[in-house]
């Protein structure tokens, strides 16, 4: 069955820090491939996606991320976090077979002024 | 534009008594899905329809739990004799269709069950 891992589950920064979560997923065949955001209070949100092509995905908020297809990995960055970035993060995944997504545990980032 | 919206936002209720969560997807979106997210098992795919037929009811629980979908728009989740285990927050999504050009998925507020 296809999972998704989500290997930090508490992450604190300063602004202007750099981040990196880190999202691994289990499945051999093609996938489609997420980052959603939950802000305090706020409903899920989806930051970027990647489906083929160029593995360097851009989103909102001046977050990307990259698609390992070797290490079956979809790590999420963003060069400078700002207080604004204080939220939950969600890996997810989709095989192209089936049209459910498939959630990582979830990182929550607190980010320090 | 509208979003997804999801009734009621909270819904206390007590053990054995059946409830009904309901969704209104976005306008034009042909694909629904229902979730749950609890503090245990994270976020969970239960439902998904496309138009009014569900072609994917794996992530179901138990027989208690059933959805249906009607016009192609607006879902009911129906759980019957809850239990303290349904507790958690129900969040429903929906997308434009099924293609991966059209797959991503808009997440409503969630209702929020709580079985005492």
Redesign the interface.
Known sequence: AQSVSQHNHHVILSEAASLELGCNYSYGGTV?L?W?VQYPG?????LL?Y??GDPLVKGIKGFEAEFIKSKFSFNLRKPSVQWSDTAEY?C?A?D?G?????????TRLQVQP | GAGVSQSPSNKVTEKGKDVELRCDPISGHT?L?W?RQSLGQ????LI?F?GNSA??K??LPSDRFSAERTGGSVSTLTIQRTQQEDSAVY?C?SSKG?T??Y????????TRLTVL
């Open positions: 489609n997420f959603y706020q409903h899920l949100q989806l996606k489906f083929s969600f997810a989709m192209t089936r049209r459910a997504l498939t959630f990582g545990s979830g | 694909a899905y979730y994270g976020l969970e795919f998904y496309q072609p994917d794996s992530g969040l999504a099924a991966p050009a797959n991503e998925q808009f997440f409503g507020p969630g």
